[in-house]
C-alpha cells in the first residue's frame, strides 16, 4: 500500500506541474486574433444569406445583446471542480494503458498524428483546445463537421469507427477536464463557428457553465438531436445542475454507450432525417 501511495503521489505531482504548464497554452487568448469577440458577451443570431455558411448549415452570424451575468453556485465553483480533478486524474491513471493500445492501432491504421485538436467553445464562449483521438483519416477536411462531409464514411479509418462507435475517441478529453477547461457533466462543447448552436444555448445560459464529456443531452439523442432540440436539454440541465443529477447523467451515459444509443454518423438533426426517411 505505501508503494501504491509512493507512486499516485509522484503521478499526481507530474501530472498537477504538467497541467500548470500546459493550461496557458490550452486557451486562445494570447493574441486578440485569437480570442473570441462574443467571449463573455449574451449573444443573438442572425440570419444573413450574404454570410458564409458555418458549421450548422446556415448563412448567418452572431451578435451581442448584452453582458453574461451567470454566478456559479457553491457546487459549480468548489465541489464540481474538485470531483472533477479526482476523478479525471484516475481515469488518467487507470486507463493509460488502453490509452497506449489506441494511440497505435491509430497509427498502424492510418500512419500520422494520434490527437487532433479543435476550437471549440467553453465557459463564456471562451475558445480552448480540445482533445481527440483521431478516428479520421489524415486527408480529412478539417474543421468541417462530420454531417457536412459528402460520404463521410469513407474518411473515417477502420480504427476510427470502432473508437467512434463506442466513444473512445473522446477519452483525451479527461485531460482538457483535469486541466480546467471542462468537466465529467455539462453541455458539450459546440466547434467555434456552430454559431447557430451557441446563440440556442444561451436562450438557456447553457454557455454560462464549463462543457462536458457528456451530458443531458447526450443521454437523451446525442448527435440525432436538432439544435433547438439540444440547445433546451443543454439549457435544463444548467438550471439543474447538482450532484445529484450529475450522478443521474453520469450512470445514464454508461448504460447509454453499452448500449451504442445516439450515435449515428452524420451528426446533428440525424433523427429527424432518418424518420423523414422511413416515411
Known sequence: MLVLRI????????????????????????????KNPMEGKKVKFVYD?????????????????????HKPSFYEKFVKRLIDIILSFFALVLLSPLFLIISLWIYIDDPGTVLFTQ????????????????????????????????????YITKAGYFIRSHSLDELPQIWDIFIGNMSVIGPRPGLWNQDLLTAC??????????????GWAQINGRDELEIPVK???????????????????FIGTVFSVAKGDGVVEGGTGEMKMQEKETK
Do not use: W
Open 231 to 249: 440547445a433546451k436539454l443543454d439549457g435544463e440541465y444548467r438550471e439543474k445542475e447538482s450532484l445529484s443529477f450529475d450522478i443521474r447523467c
Open 119 to 154: 476550437k471549440r467553445i467553453g465557459k463564456d464562449k471562451q475558445y480552448f483546445k480540445l482533445h481527440k483521438f483521431r478516428s479520421m483519416k489524415m486527408s480529412t477536411p478539417h474543421d468541417v463537421p462530420t454531417h457536412q462531409l459528402r460520404s463521410p464514411e469513407q
Open 49 to 69: 444569406p450574404s454570410d458564409p455558411v458555418n458549421a450548422d448549415g446556415v448563412c448567418g452570424h452572431l451578435e451581442a445583446v448584452g453582458d453574461t451575468a
Open 201 to 214: 444555448r444561451d436562450e438557456y445560459g447553457a454557455n454560462d457553465i464549463k462543457p462536458g464529456l457528456t
Open 7 to 34: 507512486i499516485l503521489t509522484v503521478m499526481a505531482v507530474m501530472l498537477t506541474t504538467l497541467a500548470i504548464i500546459k493550461k496557458p497554452g490550452s486557451i486562445y487568448k494570447n493574441k486578440p486574433e485569437e
